[in-house]
Nanobody, 115 residues
Framework: QVQLVESGGDLVQPGGSLRLSCAAS????????MGWYRQAPGNERELVAT???????NYADSVKGRFTISRDNAKNAVYLQMNNLKPEDTAVYYC?????????WGQGTQVTVSS
């Protein structure tokens, strides 16, 4: 059984940085696409960034130039470096691994950006 566990969420001031990590246990193939999503109170879950098995990345317009997604296939891990954080980045951040009909989600980690 596959489990994804996020870490790295915290309270940070505007302009600050955080690095989120997502580690997988169980059988994960390097061919999985990995991604980060977020959900703020009262909002729907939204895509933040994705990275394919070949390292191609995609970002939401709202985070382009500030966030960087990366992966370590040897560790079955995906990361999200978040710089120049804004209050509107406040949300629960979830990692997701998927391949065709196979789809796994983590439990989420809270990121709060506030002075």
């Amino acid at each position: 059984q596959v489990q994804l566990v996020e870490s790295g969420g915290d309270l940070v001031q505007p302009g600050g940085s955080l690095r989120l990590s997502c580690a997988a246990s169980g059988k994960i193939f390097s061919s999985y696409t990995m991604g980060w999503y977020r959900q703020a109170p009262g909002n729907e879950r939204e895509l933040v960034a994705t990275i394919t098995k070949t390292g191609s990345t995609n970002y939401a317009d709202s985070v382009k130039g500030r966030f960087t997604i990366s992966r370590d296939n040897a560790k079955n891990a995906v990361y999200l470096q978040m710089n120049n954080l804004k209050p509107e980045d406040t949300a629960v951040y979830y990692c997701r691994y998927w391949l065709g009909p196979i789809n796994y989600w983590g439990q989420g980690t809270q990121v709060t950006v506030s002075s």
